[in-house]
């Protein structure tokens, strides 16, 4: 077969792969573990080694699957990491969006682009990599739950730790148009819930309106909002170059004349640096537990205040070098760096000192759209950068 016919081949068995995966509906928070074990029976079929980690209920999966090194030379392993989870559909598709629909060189359908089309290069192009005489460990790591404030990366990376794989080169292939992108914003959420006691309006002082009290607790995180602003670093390669801050929504009352006993705030930061997430939380727990809390059970002493952390992803921090980002400048020829303003597990696995770039097809305009889709080519870009890194991990 001539190397033509070859890399035609790949690149069905990519689109094929990317056809199957789509129509495994896991959106965030659902079960993920008939995709894990389509996955799975694909790499193991090739001779990888596997282990899963899981959630508490034991429903949504990790994968952590290696091919092994056939000549070690202490070449650092290569980690190639996606996510299993989609965004939500609503309505408005042109067509069904867990069937991928081949139209003018575009595969349409959940998760295309974001991001079970870099999964699907990378199984489309295991075969080669076990066939080859590998030089370094090749890891495929597949988590759930990136889109719910990466859920499901943690439990991972907890077990990498204890495996002791932690000196590495992973390749995040969130949708970068194959750009690499080496730095990013931390994001954290977190939902502020407020109990008070419940009343008639016209006797307020009887009552602890918790919508007054988140109310108050909206206003001092603006007033930090600002603060941020004065604590940006001053070489910052963000925009904008500060931590931002946004109130999503407040949640509470039920009637005009009803003192509102419960209330939430669903709230955000983007921090710049990790020491911003540090001094925000430490900031808005203090006027929380010290000002308003008190106030409240002055009245009614059940009254209570509770930051329920809905997720704390990491920050990507930029390196002056970066092993990760000079293996893709090697093989693409780009040597641009650019940061986004999105957040990916990049900086999870950066923590624990493996060298990280987010590097994959299709455009991060698609995600989480109506009739999201990748551009074909994207995908053969993707296989050309798989097959680079098969030769920087062969010994001839
Ligand atoms: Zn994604």
Known sequence: MSTENNSELLYKNSVQILTDLIAFKTISGQDNSSLIDYCDDILKKLGATSFRTYDDEKK??????????????????????????????????????????????????RGS?????????????????SKSNLNRDIHFSFTFDEETACQGAPILIEELK??????????????????IIDAHKGCYEYTTYFKGLAG?????????????????????????????????????IFDPPHSTL???????????????????VN????????????????????????????EMKKIFPNASIEKDI???????????????????????GDNSRQVVSFGTEAGLFQEIGISTVVCGPG????????????????????????????????TN
């Not at 946004?246 to 939430?264: L, M, P, R, W």
């Not at 009739?371 to 991990?393: A, R, T």
């Open 200 to 236: 008639h309006s016209s006797a307020p002082h009887k009552g602890v309106s918790a919508v007054e009290y988140a109310s108050r607790y909206v206003n001092k995180l603006i007033e930090l909002r600002n603060k941020l602003k004065s604590r940006a670093p001053k070489d910052s």
């Open 162 to 179: 204890r495996r002791k794989i932690k000196d590495g080169i992973c390749i995040i292939g969130e949708p970068t148009n194959m750009k």
């Open 267 to 294: 709230w955000e930061t983007r921090p710049v640096v990790k020491e911003d997430g540090i001094f925000l939380n430490q900031e808005i727990d203090k006027y929380a537990n010290e000002i308003l809390l008190p």
């Open 363 to 394: 455009s991060i305009d698609q995600a989480h759209k109506i009739d999201e889709f990748i551009v074909l080519d994207e995908l053969k870009k993707c296989l050309n950068l798989l097959d680079g890194i098969k030769v920087k991990s062969i």
């Open 60 to 109: 949504r999966v990790n994968l952590f699957a290696s091919l092994k090194a056939k000549n070690s030379n202490n070449k650092k392993p290569i980690i190639l990491s996606g996510h299993t989870d989609v965004v939500p559909v609503s309505k408005g598709w042109s067509s069904d969006p867990f069937t991928a629909t081949i139209k003018g060189g575009k595969l349409y359908g």
């Open 246 to 264: 946004s109130i999503g929504g407040v949640f509470g009352g039920i009637a005009h004349n009803v003192i509102a006993d419960k209330c939430h």
């Open 113 to 129: 682009c974001d991001m079970k089309g870099f999964i699907a290069c990378t199984l489309a192009y295991a075969p080669i990599y």
């Open 310 to 332: 809905i997720g704390e992803i990491v920050g990507f921090d930029r390196e002056d070098k970066s092993d990760a980002c000079e293996l893709i400048s090697s093989l693409t």
